[in-house]
């Protein structure tokens, strides 16, 4: 089994499973496809694993059958980038159909947002915390209570005096304030207290309502500081009047605002043979124009035809008989 929503995928439509379903294919291509139509989704797919579970055929005869099964219509192999920002990554799937696809079928399948969605490795379900165990009961005890000495009783706290309640409220969590607390941590010249986040987070807030962010922010800020920050406050509101930006439209706006429609994920179809990536349209029966102009020449010369056939025949004759002149 591959990890967790990597391998296999079984696209929809198909029809029921029975004992001919690939009848028509060689003896080699039907045992594979037999193997694989019975795998469950997410089983690795590659040519080494299988070879490791069909022990009738090595790794050169399955990944050659493979591509037949491929030009067949049975499977495509693709890859998908998954992921956000900088940590995005590709994965690899090879998508299995019992029926066999023509080429306009897996095109039209391959370009949908459901199989995209498909390629996406599945997350695995978030555990679900215990259930709080039931509270037991105690029986009450008769023991009568000891009475309390003057040492051991309690004062209460004076009501003067309330405990310490963390500043800065909902100011401390908005953008504008966390923007200012990271530029000391950016350049130790512009460290802020936290009454001085406080008091510079109503202009610094201006700035993120005019369409800029807390990046474009923290850049203006920062850019050609002086040798010495005498007063960093002071300092910092004087750069928030002087360079605040101007009012950007909502369509100008940056993606990273976190505004705008995550990208699309990218789905590219690789060669059966080669692993070469490209478009659906440009790999035709999953293989890519090198590779398919192979297949083809290799067909042709494993099918002879009649008049190959009857020289053949007639050549190994003519040898008979000069085995058998004295």
């Given at each position: ?42 089983a690795s797919m590659s040519v080494k694993q299988l070879a490791k ?109 309330p405990a310490a309640a963390p500043t800065g409220g909902a100011a ?155």
């Amino acid at each position: 089994m591959a990890k967790p929503g990597y391998g296999k995928r079984s696209t929809p439509g198909q029809q029921p499973r029975t004992r001919d379903d690939f009848a028509l294919l060689p003896t080699r291509e039907r045992y594979l496809a037999g193997f694989v139509d019975h795998l469950p989704d997410g089983a690795s797919m590659s040519v080494k694993q299988l070879a490791k579970q069909l022990p009738l055929y090595g790794q050169q005869a399955i990944s050659t059958a493979l591509k037949a099964l491929c030009v067949a219509g049975h499977l495509r192999r693709v890859r998908c980038s998954v992921g956000t920002g900088d940590e995005t990554r590709w994965v690899f799937r090879t998508f299995w159909s019992r029926t066999a696809r023509d080429n306009e079928w897996w095109n039209t399948y391959l370009a949908t947002e459901t199989t995209t969605q498909a390629a996406a490795p599945a997350e695995p379900p978030a555990a679900s915390a215990p259930p709080a165990p039931a509270p037991v009961a105690v029986p009450q005890q008769r023991t009568a209570p000891k009475p309390k000495s003057p040492e051991h009783e309690t004062t209460p706290a004076p009501v003067g005096t309330p405990a310490a309640a963390p500043t800065g409220g909902a100011a401390a969590s908005s953008p504008a304030y966390l923007a200012l607390a990271e530029l000391g941590r950016k350049d130790i010249r512009l460290a802020l207290s936290a009454d001085d986040c406080a008091a510079l987070a109503p202009q610094a807030a201006e700035w993120l309502a005019r369409g800029v962010t807390t990046s474009y922010l923290t850049a203006a800020l920062t850019a050609g500081l002086p040798a010495q920050v005498d007063c960093p406050p002071r300092f910092i509101r004087h750069r928030l009047t002087d360079k605040i930006p101007p009012q950007l439209s909502a369509e100008s706006a940056s993606p990273s605002s976190g505004t705008s429609e995550p990208p699309a994920r990218r789905l590219l179809v690789e060669c059966t043979d080669c692993g070469r990536p490209g478009q659906p349209e440009a790999l035709p029966d999953g293989l890519c124009r090198p590779c398919r102009a192979a297949h083809t020449e290799s067909q042709q010369a494993a099918s002879p035809g009649p008049t190959e056939i009857a020289a053949v025949k007639a050549h190994m004759a003519n040898l008979r008989d000069l085995l058998k002149a004295p």
